[in-house]
């Protein structure tokens, strides 16, 4: 293992109901909350209705910001800033998935930094010590793991950028995660979730060190099981238990604790978050179109690791194989999984229509990413064409 410091400060509290037994308590020392959501799903499903008459009921000042949008961007941040500094929110809850959960935790952290916050914190990594307004969230869509983690990945629309930064201090103080709140999540979207999960866990374990570690054995069980509630979920999208596996599955991802003494690799999400800041796709929706592709690009540089996948994963029997011809298997594997769960394969179904297109968002994935093997804008470049 290499060193690491841990550190989660998120309170969770899981299961049907959760909302109605702990909010207020939760915010009982804040006299004016901002209620923030997204693009209206919790108008129509209820929930909008259930968190505010909880807040009305115990004599809050709320004042609202809506229409965040999916993949949000620098702008909306900076609207939810000036709004948060002009009605003195004293804590912000988001109501949403990960785009409503990332743009909380960007307003707090711009509404009272100083200088310019996306060269400061979004450009490069910005100090880590500092007091944001408290946020909390009440997930309502699994995938991101979002609720646990510091990261607040926004869309800089003008610079044609799409990054973040995993501050510790902007991990939202408490989590509210009711798996039935994720029914009316749209079978689509709650797939692209799932698989931007399971991406998350790759992109962490295959990386170095790669000698026994447990890190890496908790993501062997993690994929395992994140794969099978997607097939659940493909048989039968209202399975509660395939839906609360993945809701949890969705913060142990990107909880920081798989990654503690890993170096993570996160190259797939570089150049999935450029291709979103040209196309505005969904951003698990990328990554499924991605991954087998730049997995074939870097296997053998990691072969032993690849062939492990192949075993542990997929429960490919080895039968004489050489670990090259394992980890080939490993990575069609993969390619087969996506196809049966619908997502796409192509970056044209994400919005690409012109070839011509990919050499600037590959010449704009600005430094080398890679755990295994660093790689250039050109290699970037085939990797795209490859997709397209
Ligand atoms: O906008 P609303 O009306 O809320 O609708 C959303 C949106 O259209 C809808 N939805 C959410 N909950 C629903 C629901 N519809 C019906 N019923 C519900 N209960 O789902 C759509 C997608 O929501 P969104 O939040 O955009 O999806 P997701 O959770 O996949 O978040 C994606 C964003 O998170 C970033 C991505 O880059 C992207 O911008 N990520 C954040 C990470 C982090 N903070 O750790 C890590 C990830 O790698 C990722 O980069
Ligand atoms: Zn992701």
């Known amino acids: 293992m290499n060193n690491f410091i841990y550190e989660n400060r998120t309170k969770v509290y899981f299961g049907p109901g959760c909302v109605k037994e702990f909010l207020v308590s939760l915010i009982k020392d804040y006299d004016t909350v901002m209620l923030a959501y997204g693009m209206g799903s919790v108008k129509k499903n209820g929930i909008y209705d259930e968190i505010l008459g909880i807040l009305i009921k115990s004599g809050k000042n709320v004042v609202e910001f809506s ?20 009605s003195g929110a004293q804590i912000i809850l988001g109501i949403g998935g990960g785009s409503v959960m990332d743009c909380c935790k960007a307003v707090a952290l711009v509404a009272y930094c100083k200088g310019d916050p996306w060269e400061n914190y979004w450009e490069r990594k910005g100090v880590i010590h500092f007091e944001p307004i408290p946020v909390g969230v009440v997930v309502t869509a699994a995938g991101t793991g979002s609720e646990c983690n510091g990261a607040a990945i ?16 902007c991990n939202p103080r408490f989590a509210l995660m009711d798996p039935t ?7 689509e979207q709650m797939i692209s979730g799932a698989f ?52 949890w599955e969705s913060s142990l991802s990107e909880n920081r604790l798989i990654k503690l003494g890993k170096q993570c690799d996160f190259a797939c999400h570089l150049m999935a ?7 505005d796709c969904s951003h698990g929706q990328a990554m499924a179109v991605l991954h087998p592709v730049y997995y074939r690009h870097i296997y053998k540089s990691g072969v032993e690791k690849f062939s492990r996948f192949a075993r542990n994963v997929w429960k ?33 179904e994400l919005g690409i229509e012109d070839q011509k297109e990919l050499k600037e968002i590959a010449d704009s994935c600005h430094y080398s990413p890679g755990s295994y093997r660093r790689i250039l804008p050109d290699e970037i470049l085939k990797i795209f064409l490859e997709c397209f």
């Open 316 to 348: 490919i029997r080895e039968q004489g194989k050489t670990d090259a011809e394992l980890a080939k298997d490993g990575i069609d594997a993969l390619e087969s999984f996506i196809k049966v769960t619908g997502l796409p394969t192509t970056l044209r």
């Open 67 to 86: 229409g965040i949008m999916p993949n949000p961007t620098y702008r909306k941040v900076m609207e939810g800033a000036r709004l948060a500094r002009s």
């Open 273 to 279: 978050h450029q291709i979103g800041a040209y196309t």
């Open 181 to 187: 709140y994720t029914f009316t999540v749209p079978k």
């Open 196 to 247: 931007d999960s399971l991406s998350h866990v790759m992109e962490t374990y295959f990386s170095a060190p790669d000698e026994r570690n447990v890190s890496d054995e908790i993501s062997e069980t993690l994929m395992q099981s994140i794969i099978r509630n997607i097939r659940m979920i493909l048989k039968d999208p209202q399975d509660y238990g395939a839906r609360s596996n993945l809701l």
């Open 154 to 169: 926004i869309t800089n629309e003008e610079k044609r950028r799409k990054t973040g930064y995993d501050y510790p201090a």
